[in-house]
């Protein structure tokens, strides 16, 4: 009976957090304009951009017949841009006057992440979570702030998250059943996710690898079968992923993976980057808000645009007509979300590490291989991004928002076999995490 009734207040729990964390999302959505805290967006009325460009498609038109690097935002591929058009669109049917449905633009953004917060469910009950240790990486995820700032993005972010999350999912299914259905499905969110943004490739090496080990595993008779299928996975996958860019390429000469420059250039050696640790605010550091140095230690710089953006909360306060009480609380939780922050996703690191290299965890080498893989591949990526693209935004973490869900299915796992002292441990830690996003991001209601 005690059993029966811990698992009830468990799943009551979680309907909670799933709850209050849709709630906070709303609000931020309903707080945030869609010029505000956004990346590569301008806004919309603008002649450039990602509004421009989903504008582009509102006005009519079907493909680019110019060269995308002319204007900017336009180089990106466009699946997201067409889906949010045709919502300005359905809108404007049904009586909303343009501005608003612009502004309504937000509700794809906040759908993709709730679908996300889905997905990352469904990951952590595939490995077997349960309890306090499901409980402890579904609150990670749902909560984190890199998902309440991508709920009010404008750009294609959001989506390309989804779709990222879904094959790291469907993936795991594939293997256990690889079925041409999964097979199928498997080929569409990951083709998806790249007609949304080509970053989303970074989960194909970890889908490859499930596929090459099903090629091995079962002698000629398989190879041929998981071949097969393979084949199909690259017929279905390869042009909806790819048509975009080598259409840009063969009509315009933009190259597949076509990068611009972007924001501040990052002067400082690898070293500084490395080891100058410097932190005289939780926000990011920046020199057009009146702080001595654009942030550049590439560990800092992951860790508070994950938690912020790149927006100094008590500045923007501060702007807001309330630089006394309010500024200075933006402040203190803002450190409090650093440091609590940046204490869980260094526990979350450990565990990452324990449970990939020990089958105490994952019983299944390949499975735990293959989380291995997409997480090695991630973050490989995201560091040498940095460096070879030596500019502030290069830093940001929301091009790997995906190993969040990633992150926190690692730590539940630790927790599953952790003794009573550890789990409570990180019940509170997570507690105070989570605790201290609510507060802030509630507070930041204020800034409009």
Sequence with gaps: MEKAKR??????????????????????IYYTPSWRRQHDVIGFGAEEGQAAFIEFFHQGHLLIDFDPRLRWGFFQPPLHHMIAAAWVRLLEFFGVAYNAACEHVQVLTFVYSLITLFFAYLIFKHMGLYGESLLISFAIAAVHPGFILMSGSVNNDMLAIMFTVMAVYYGMKWYDTPSWTYTVILALTIGAGMMTKLSAALAAPAIAFIFAVKCIQGGIKTFVQYMTKFVVFGFVCGPIALWSPIRNYILFGVPINYTPEVGEEINASVLARIFDIRCTIPYVSRIRNGDPYDEFNMFLGMMKTSLFGDENFAYAMAEAGHSGTGAMLMTIFGWLLLISGSVLAAVCFYCTVRVLISGKYIPSPVTRLYIAVLY???????????????????????????????????????????????????????????FVTFVLYTMLGRVR
């Design 7 to 28: 698992e009830k207040i468990i799943k009551i729990l979680l309907v909670l957090t799933a709850a209050c964390s849709a709630l906070l999302r709303l609000y931020y």
């Design 376 to 434: 090695s591949v991630s973050v490989f990526m995201y560091i040498s991004f940095m460096f070879k693209a030596p500019y502030y935004s290069s830093m940001d973490f929301r091009y790997v928002l995906y190993l969040i869900p990633v992150q926190a299915l690692t730590a539940g796992l630790y927790i599953r076999e952790s003794g009573a002292v550890e789990r409570r441990t990180f019940i509170l830690l997570t507690g105070m995490f989570v």
